[in-house]
């Protein structure tokens, strides 16, 4: 089947779909005769396999090691647990990080009065340097937060 058909059948789009092939997360493509990729059952079933780890949260680095495990037939259960709960506590951090920046939001939304002046410590926080100290009853956002929010 052509990438169109293959993105239909995966739910991975044909963008995605060549992404992972660019990166090795797929393997390259079968080509027709006029240069068209051509996808296999067994491409569709990896797709889908992607798709479902992406969907969990799993980076491209955990799909290549879930990918591995997966295909190896003497692999042992407790090193996908393990990846699996290296996942986890991955996702417990990153969702730390994000409620530490809605106290942080909410915190400057509480110094803001939100009227006509133009005076906003929102704006105000945003633009000063990272070792400026917060304003008063607002904290300041680390690098935990910072990290936890690029992921």
């Not at 963008?15 to 296999?40: C, F, H, N, V």
């Not at 799909?63 to 495990?69: F, K, Q, R, V």
């Not at 259960?77 to 909410?106: F, N, P, W, Y």
């Not at 133009?118 to 009853?137: F, K, M, S």
């Amino acid at each position: 089947m052509n990438i169109g058909e293959a993105a239909k059948a995966s739910s991975v789009s044909a963008k995605m779909i060549r992404y992972y092939e660019q990166i090795g997360l797929i393997p390259a493509a079968d080509r027709t005769e006029s240069g068209y990729r051509s996808y296999s059952q067994a491409d569709i079933h990896r797709l889908r396999f992607i798709r479902r780890a992406r969907d969990l949260g799993f980076q491209v680095a955990e799909i290549t090691d879930l990918l591995g495990l997966w295909n190896d037939t003497s692999r042992h259960s407790a090193d996908v647990k393990h990846l699996a709960e290296q996942h986890i506590v991955d996702l417990e951090q990153r969702i730390e990080g994000m409620r530490q920046m809605a106290d942080t939001l909410k915190s400057l939304i509480s110094c803001c009065a939100g009227d006509e002046r133009p005076e906003c410590p929102i704006l105000q926080r945003l633009g000063e340097d990272e070792d400026t100290p917060a304003p008063a009853g607002a904290t300041k956002t680390g690098a935990v937060r910072r990290r936890a929010h690029r992921h």
